[in-house]
Structure formats: C-alpha cells, structure tokens
C-alpha cells in the first residue's frame, strides 16, 4: 500500500471514524456522562499539546536550509490559529440561535454535555415552545460547520506525517495525533447527531451524516501532507499552522469544555497525565 493509500486509511479512521462514533454515543445519549467526557477532553488536549510542543514544532525549527526559521515558525502557528478561531467564531454563530434560551441566566458555554451537544434545548420542542424543526435544521448546520472545521484538522494530521513520507507507520507523532483527533470528534459528533435525532432523523441515517461529517479530514491530510513535501519551507509552513491549528483546538474549545463540564482539579491533572503520555509514546 502506497504511503497516500495509507494516509487516507489512518485519517478515515480519524475524522470518519470519530465523529461516526460521537454520532453512535449519541445514540446511547447518557445524561450523567458529563466527568467522564470532561477527563477525556483533557486527557486529548495534554497529549496533542504534547505532540505540538515535542514533535510538530521541534521538527519544524530544526529544519535544514530555511532562512528565519523561527519567524517563520511564528507567522505560521499564528495564522493556523487564527484561521481555526474564526471558523470556530463562524460555527459558534451559525449553531447558538436555532432555540431561545430560557432566560437570561441560562448559559450560552458548552458548561455540560447537552449544553454543548443542544441535548437540552430538546424539552424546550418537546412542550411546544420551539417547532421540532429547528433542531433538525441545526444539525445540520452543524453537521455542514464540523465538515469545514475538519479540514484544517486534517491538514495537521497530514503535516504531522510529510516529515516521514515512505514509512508513516514509524512516525509516532503522526500516529498519536491522528489517534488524539479521533478522540476529539467523538462530543463534535454528538454536537451533529443529537438535534438530528431530535428532530426526527432515523438514528442510522444521523449516524451515517455524523460521520460523513468527519470525510473532509481526508482532503485536509492531503493538503496537509503534499504541501510539507515540496520543499523544506513548505514543510516548515506545514508543520507551523498545523501546530497553531491545534493549539487553539486545545486552548480554545477542549480545555474550556473540559473545566466547565468538571469544575474539579481532576482535569488539569489528566490535562498533565496526557502530555506526560504522549511525550512517552514520542521519545520511547
């Protein structure tokens, strides 16, 4: 198998496979799940901030024959970040209106499970506040706003990999990251699935849109992956907005979900666990 063929079979796993199984947990919709979803954001977020720090940016400013390699690293991991913040801006507009909320001390932050996945709105439907229609239309808008958002993530797995281009199975850093990604669209699945099947799409079919949802991954690991293999700066590019992209993915969307969903200490600490983790996996 081609080291292409490969990358599209690791990053399906990733991006289809994840958000598919968020679609299936959905299905299985727990409402005391809430601890166990906010250590496993943390965990996801330690690890690939390991990766970030111990891998994506060590390769990219030890790179051989590129000028200004630090402002170069620089400029890149800023613009990842600011391209992931301002989808993120975009998603967070597009998806927060669909149902009016209660009053105006309901919370608008992803401060538990079903706030983050609407779960919670559905009661609002059901009583015949809202008509059952918007949370089906919100579903799909999300599920529209999570394919875009998989692209840039896919880029990272694609980046992670190009540094390794005839054996991704030995590049641990590819592998982990794609693995952490996977981990991560397992609650942005629920987000699509659960106002689907709220608002009276058959489970099997939300699944099944959840998880095609997560295909654009494919396409970002490609960009990702090719544009890190023309030359040494593009390489550096790669890896630098890789790098940006997942540092606001952590610091912007898994942490803050995590400490909300758990106000406990229990999260930073599995926060640490995962970056002691994926340093391990990396360098042993």
């Known amino acids: 198998m081609g080291p ?13 496979g994840g958000t598919g199984m968020g679609g299936v947990v959905a299905c299985l919709f727990r409402k005391d799940s809430d601890k166990t979803v906010s250590l496993l954001l943390s965990f996801a977020a330690g690890v690939m901030t390991a990766v970030v720090c111990f891998d994506l940016l060590t390769e990219a400013l030890n790179a051989e024959g590129v000028a200004d390699v630090v402002w170069l690293v620089i400029i890149g991991v800023t613009v990842g970040f600011v391209v992931i913040a301002l989808l993120n801006a975009w998603i967070d507009r597009a998806t927060n209106h669909e149902v009016a909320h209660i009053d105006e001390n309901h919370p608008r932050t992803a401060d538990s499970l079903e706030e983050l996945t609407h779960a919670n709105h559905l009661q609002e439907h059901m009583e015949g506040r ?4 918007g949370l089906f ?7 529209a706003a ?10 990272v797995i694609g980046a992670s990999f190009a540094t390794t281009a005839d054996q991704l199975l030995s590049n641990r850093g590819g592998l982990i990251m794609a693995a ?8 942005e699945g629920m987000a699509v699935a659960v106002p689907l099947i709220s608002g009276g799409m058959r489970k099997r079919h939300s699944v099944a849109v959840t998880a095609l949802s997560g295909a654009p991954t494919i396409l970002g690991a490609l960009i990702g992956f090719l544009i890190g293999a023309i030359s040494p700066t593009a ?3 790669s890896l630098s907005f890789a790098s940006g992209a997942m540092l606001y993915v952590v610091f912007g969307e898994l942490l803050p979900e995590s400490i909300l969903m758990w106000k406990s200490k229990l ?12 340093l391990i996996i990396i360098y042993l």
Do not use: C, D, F, K
């Open 130 to 133: 809202q008509p059952r229609s």
């Open 180 to 187: 952490v990604i996977g981990l991560h669209n397992i609650p």
């Open 4 to 16: 292409i063929w490969l990358l599209v079979g690791i990053t399906a796993i990733a991006g289809i």
């Open 146 to 155: 999570i394919a875009l958002h998989n692209v840039p993530e896919g880029m």
């Open 235 to 237: 390489l550096v590019i």
């Open 137 to 143: 239309l919100a579903g799909l808008v999300m599920a």
């Open 267 to 278: 999260p930073a600490a599995l926060a640490v666990l995962g970056m002691l983790t994926g």
